[in-house]
């Protein structure tokens, strides 16, 4: 089993920035692909941003150029680093691990994390 815990929410104006963490813990050796996924009131769950273990990363089209996934594997815990925020970018967070690969919406995801609410104003 794997545990993930997050945390870096919270609530920021338009054009801030938070960085968001998530502590892997227990038999993270199998674990092929940590990042993020979110999900909005009303409005379907979708990947943010996830980083492979051999350093590829993937990033969702309207993050691109705002949000920077990266690992400290020493710590055997992931961030993402997210600037320029947008009212639509309000969601709960949730970090994700998977032995294999992420699909576009989590629907089978190995492990998740508690989530973490981000709010973005006006």
């Known amino acids: 089993q794997v545990q993930l815990v997050e945390s870096g929410g919270g609530l920021v104006q338009a054009g801030g920035s938070l960085r968001l963490s998530c502590a892997a813990s227990?038999?993270?050796?199998?674990?092929?692909?940590m990042g993020w996924y979110r999900q909005a009131p009303g409005k379907q769950r979708e990947l943010v941003a996830g980083i492979f273990r051999y350093g590829m990363t993937n990033y969702a089209a309207s993050v691109k150029g705002r949000f920077t996934i990266s690992r400290d594997n020493a710590k055997n815990t992931v961030y993402l680093q997210m600037n320029s925020l947008k009212p639509e970018d309000t969601a709960v967070y949730y970090c994700a691990a998977d032995r294999g690969s992420f699909s576009g919406t989590g629907s089978d995801i190995d492990y998740w994390g508690q989530g973490t609410q981000v709010t973005v104003s006006s």
């Open positions: 227990g038999n993270i050796f199998r674990i092929n692909v």
